[in-house]
C-alpha cells in the first residue's frame, strides 16, 4: 500500500514560480513509476508529468513542456514538481499519482495510489 501525501501549493502571480512536493510512504517492494496529474474547475483531469523510479524517462504534457520538471528523491521517498512561468490557466487542484510498474503512463486510470491533491492558484 502506497500513500502520497502532496504540499507546496499555493496562490502566486502570474510568471511567478512554485515547487511541489509528494511525499510517499509505502511498505511495497520494488520500483514504481510516479505521475502528476491536475483538475481545474469545472474540467476532467489532466495529465501533467511523469517519471520512472531512477529518472531515466520524463514524459510532460504539451502545455508545460519547457515550463515545469518533474524529479524524485528515492532516498527520501518524495516526487517533486516545479513550476515555472505559471500562466492563469496552470490554475487547478494537483494531484501526485504512482503506477505498480516502472512503465510511465499518461492516463490517469493506469495509476494505483493517489494523494488527496494541493491547490494552485495563478493570478493575472
Known amino acids: 500500500q502506497v500513500q502520497l501525501v502532496e504540499s507546496g501549493g499555493g496562490l502566486v502571480q502570474a510568471g511567478e514560480s512554485l515547487r511541489l512536493s509528494c511525499a510517499a510512504y509505502?511498505?511495497?517492494?520494488?520500483?514504481?513509476?510516479m505521475g502528476w496529474f491536475r483538475q481545474a474547475p469545472g474540467k476532467e483531469r489532466e495529465f501533467v508529468a511523469t517519471?520512472?523510479?531512477?529518472?531515466?524517462?520524463?514524459s510532460y504534457a504539451d502545455s508545460v513542456k519547457d515550463r515545469f520538471t518533474i524529479s524524485r528523491d528515492n532516498v527520501k521517498n518524495t516526487l517533486f514538481l516545479e513550476m515555472n512561468s505559471l500562466k492563469p490557466e496552470d490554475t487547478a487542484d494537483y494531484y501526485c499519482?504512482?503506477?505498480?510498474?516502472?512503465?510511465?503512463?499518461?492516463?490517469?486510470?493506469?495509476?494505483?495510489?493517489w494523494g488527496q491533491g494541493t491547490q494552485v492558484t495563478v493570478s493575472q
Open positions: 499519482a504512482a503506477r505498480t510498474s516502472n512503465i510511465i503512463s499518461r492516463k490517469s486510470a493506469e495509476y494505483t495510489y
Open positions: 509505502d511498505d511495497t517492494v520494488g520500483p514504481y513509476a
Open positions: 517519471i520512472t523510479m531512477f529518472e531515466s524517462t520524463t
